[in-house]
């Protein structure tokens, strides 16, 4: 739980020093919409462990979710938004995508190398990284349809 701790109080950090607070309203959604993925994922991998963070009791357990939730998710999909390319080349976007995946991935690894995290059955960090692809791009696409959306108001 210690890896879940620090990397909450570094996100929440650079948070707080570096985040355009003036994008909040728009970006908070898509990072609410982000957080309540992880919770459902959460959810379904106590029915089907296809990962767990190892942890001795279920209080820890909850802790760590919650951290992972409120700590690292949000942080991480307001920077990705924050930073997003405004040119609308597709090149780009993939580009960056890939940026943004490489990060997470190496992120997990090094939860799995320290032994915060563990894959169960067949899941492998290829298949985290092709989620954190998907992931990032239902992020970018539920931020546009918001930004439509604020603009309409």
């Known amino acids: 739980m210690v890896f879940f701790k620090i990397l ?9 020093l570096f985040a355009n607070k003036n994008k909040f309203h728009i970006f908070i959604s898509t990072c609410y919409f982000g957080m ?3 919770f459902v994922t959460d959810f379904i991998i106590d029915i ?7 942890v001795p009791t279920k209080k820890e357990r909850f802790w760590t979710k919650i951290l992972d939730e409120f700590g690292i998710y949000l942080v991480v999909i307001y920077f990705y938004l924050q930073y997003f390319p405004k040119t609308k080349s597709f090149g780009n976007k993939m580009y960056y995508i890939f940026k943004w995946t490489i990060f997470t991935i190496l992120l997990e690894w090094v939860a799995l190398k320290t032994g915060y ?5 067949w899941w492998s960090l290829g298949f985290s990284y092709i989620s954190d692809w998907i ?6 696409h539920h931020n546009k349809w918001i930004e439509r959306y604020k603009r309409e108001e």
């Open 117 to 121: 995290m563990k894959h169960g059955l």
């Open 8 to 16: 909450f109080v570094i996100s929440w950090i650079c948070f707080f």
């Open 135 to 140: 992931l990032f791009w239902c992020f970018y």
């Open 48 to 54: 089907y462990p296809l990962w767990e963070y190892p």
């Open 36 to 38: 309540i993925l992880g």
